[in-house]
């Protein structure tokens, strides 16, 4: 879709089955043979990377542990743009930009340290639920909402991103995660340290879902009820 791109255009479902089809297989990937190399293992995180050819900004994978979070919240923890901005500080901000029947269109700002500038990025997403797993994809978009603002933001470019959620077999109350990263921020930042940086997000975003869970949103649920 062209920059400023039609109504129809943002319309057209740009997933398809092989989407789904493809981040499950490179789930299964593990393998030197096929690029991954083990970049990190910490207590319930266990984080791989892969080098794609074409690509300077490497493919991060990191299967995650959620003891504790069932996996609809933890679904709900990832998609609902309300819940996770309360938790997820790396967004300045984070919101729908169109909701369609098959998928939707977002917009972010995402913060970055003093001196360097903030990026923005435009993206589609889409999930699936079946009785294995929930499925969330994150496609690269524009939309003629929010153009480019070069005196303000660079612009960020999603490559491969999405997460896949399932519960832990006999335990209905704690869940798994498997997460990809890849994101070319753009700019003049060095891409061996947007490579770093991307090897150590997993562990962060688990850190921060784990703790604002327990501590807040559970609470909060209970209450409720």
């Excluded at 938790?87 to 001196?115: C, N």
Aim: glycine share 4%; with cysteine; hydrophobic share 35%.
């Amino acid at each position: 879709m062209a920059e400023g791109g039609s109504a129809s255009a943002a319309a057209a479902n740009p997933f398809s089955d092989s989407d789904f089809d493809n981040i499950l297989l490179q789930e299964r990937s593990n393998s030197a043979q096929d690029g991954w190399t083990q970049a990190r293992e910490l207590q319930g995180c266990v984080v791989w990377q892969k080098k794609v050819p074409g690509q300077t900004v490497h493919l991060v994978k990191g299967f995650l542990d959620f003891p504790g979070i069932p996996a609809d919240r933890l679904l709900d923890l990832v998609y609902n743009l309300d819940v996770r901005k309360r938790y997820d500080k790396l967004f300045q901000s984070y919101e729908v930009v169109e909701d369609l029947d098959s998928h939707r269109i977002t917009y972010a700002v995402v913060k970055f340290p003093p001196g360097i500038w903030d990026r923005d990025i435009v993206q589609f997403n889409t999930k699936r639920s079946t009785e294995d797993e929930h499925i969330v994809l994150y496609r690269n978009a524009t939309h003629a909402s929010h153009p480019e603002y070069p005196n303000t933001y660079v612009r960020a470019e999603t490559i491969f991103s999405g997460t896949i959620i399932r519960q832990v077999p006999g335990d209905p109350t704690s869940s798994t995660c498997t997460i990809f990263l890849q994101t070319d921020v753009k700019g003049w930042i060095p891409t061996t340290i947007v490579n770093m940086i991307m090897k150590t997000s997993p562990k962060q975003w688990q850190t921060s879902v784990s703790d604002f869970y327990h501590n807040i949103y559970k609470k909060e649920l209970e209450s409720e009820i």
